[in-house]
């Protein structure tokens, strides 16, 4: 990595650190979920607003290391109105980005998450990275579920 890239991608980083994005209480969260990094000391509040199975809106919560808050504060820029089905893609792009593994992220903005990527060569980083996306998909795959039953109860 060159660098004026390296550069560029602290200081998008410290950025998101400095001035993360959607750290907000939501009044009607639908589904609220927390999430921790006991290596790093993390920990994220997410909640969740839907409309249908839209994400209408959501707060990201985090408190802990630089990478940690500035992915969390990412997510919030690339999630907000998406379905539960591209969030779960944006997700498992973002995982594999991290890991080094391929992917497809053909027809997905990924905003500032490109920058992420360095954070591969440091590997105890990677769950720092990923707390919010675990986080916030964990608190989808519980509505999905809530729905679920409410939907074979009424039936």
């Known amino acids: 990595m060159s660098d004026a890239l390296d550069t560029l991608y602290r200081e998008v980083i410290l ?16 589904v609220k979920n927390e999430g921790k990094n006991p290596v790093c000391g993390d920990e994220i509040e997410v909640e969740v607003e839907f409309d249908g199975d839209t994400v209408k809106d959501l707060s990201v ?5 630089a990478i940690s808050v500035a992915s969390g504060s990412m997510l919030y820029e690339v999630i907000k109105g998406k379905s539960f089905d591209e969030v779960r893609k944006i997700a498992k792009v973002v995982k594999a980005m991290l890991k080094g593994e391929e992917y497809d992220a053909d027809g997905i903005d990924l905003g500032d ?28 795959e519980k509505a999905d579920t809530n729905e679920s039953s409410k939907l074979s109860t009424t039936e």
């Open 15 to 30: 950025d998101h650190y400095k001035n993360p994005r959607g750290k907000k209480k939501l009044d009607h969260a639908d």
């Open 61 to 65: 919560s985090c408190a802990g290391c």
């Open 113 to 140: 998450l490109d920058v992420l990527e360095g954070v591969r060569q440091f590997p105890v980083r990677i769950k720092c990275a990923l707390l919010s996306w675990v986080t916030l998909v964990d608190a989808i």
